[in-house]
């Protein structure tokens, strides 16, 4: 695994032949997990190291901030990514110059860079270059007129239930509150990660005392509401239940979305360590309640219905 940023470093510091392929590979979903596993298996073929190349940040944090909503942080990505088989990982530093590269120049400036990239994988949507301009058929075309030892291939999309799996598709299911299906497409469960930090200490005081994680405002979370997790720390995996929302019981007028997760049967003081939710179910709708008996006891309802 390196550490470099660069491509062309990389390059220069192995001997190696490889293949790629490269995407920003948000969630690493179950249809990521296709295309590598195909990639891994033609180098095997072909006698070459497998290699991801991923862009950081995404492109959509550099042109659509407000839009862009990540399944998972960089950190995961990089890790999960590595557990797929892959001899290497390397994160393309992507930057407003570096979007204006035409296809040919991304092509012959970065991915062939001394041809030690022998063998190039796309995914079946997968375009590349100023104005996206650059495509499988683009890279054929390419490596036809030139005459260039480098083997092309294009993966087909990789479809569940007749549908075909995308990040946007999974995100699209979270933010309606469908876990069940996000984690489906994933072929894992849709997790969040972060730091515990203080809260304001109610939950404490009405006998469910919950871990507040801080999250990078640039996390997709599910749709508001109370949901069935499982919680993982340093000391081990416990059963936990977790409310995505703005607390409406105790605030007024906030737009601030919390996580707040109670882990059940637990006592320990974990502020500042970090702290992994997978969602597993939705439990209800968050809501505003008229008292804090009412609030208490639909918690005791929502933990005793959990179905763990």
């Not at 969040?192 to 304001?200: A, H, I, M, S, W």
């Amino acid at each position: 695994m390196s550490d470099t940023n660069s491509l062309k470093s990389f390059i220069e510091s192995t001997s190696c032949s490889w293949g790629a392929t490269i995407g920003n590979f948000d969630g690493v979903h179950l249809g990521h997990k296709f295309l590598v596993d195909e990639l891994v298996e033609r180098c095997k073929e072909h006698g070459l190291k497998s290699l991801i190349l991923t862009f950081t940040p995404h492109p959509k944090e550099i042109f659509a901030k407000s839009e862009l909503k990540l399944l998972s942080s960089y950190k995961d990505r990089k890790k999960r990514l590595v557990e797929t088989g892959v001899d290497e990982v390397i994160e393309i530093d992507f930057n407003r110059e570096f979007s204006t590269l035409s296809p040919y120049d991304f092509l012959f400036n970065h991915l062939l860079y001394k041809s030690k990239i022998k063998l190039l994988q796309f995914g079946h949507d997968f375009h590349f270059g100023n104005k996206k301009e650059g495509d499988y058929t683009f890279l054929k075309g390419l490596i036809d007129q030139q005459g260039l030892s480098v083997k092309a291939f294009q993966a087909k999309a990789y479809e569940l239930d007749k549908k075909v799996i995308s990040s946007s598709i999974i995100r699209e299911s979270l933010q309606a509150g469908n876990v069940q299906s996000a984690n489906k497409l994933l072929g894992r469960s849709f997790s969040l990660r972060g730091p515990v930090v203080k809260g304001d200490g109610r939950g404490k005081e009405i006998g469910f005392a919950t871990a507040n994680i801080l999250l990078p405002s640039i996390n997709i979370f599910p749709k508001k509401g109370v949901y069935q997790t499982r919680t993982f720390l340093k000391s081990g995996a416990y059963k936990s239940i977790t409310n995505v929302g703005m607390k409406p019981t105790f605030s007024q007028d906030s737009n601030e979305v919390h996580i707040e997760t109670h882990i059940l049967n637990f006592e320990q003081d974990i502020y500042g360590e970090e702290l992994e939710v997978r969602f597993e179910k939705r439990v209800r709708d968050e809501r505003k309640f008229d008292s804090i008996a009412n609030l208490v006891a639909q918690i005791n309802k929502d933990i005793s219905n959990l179905a763990y």
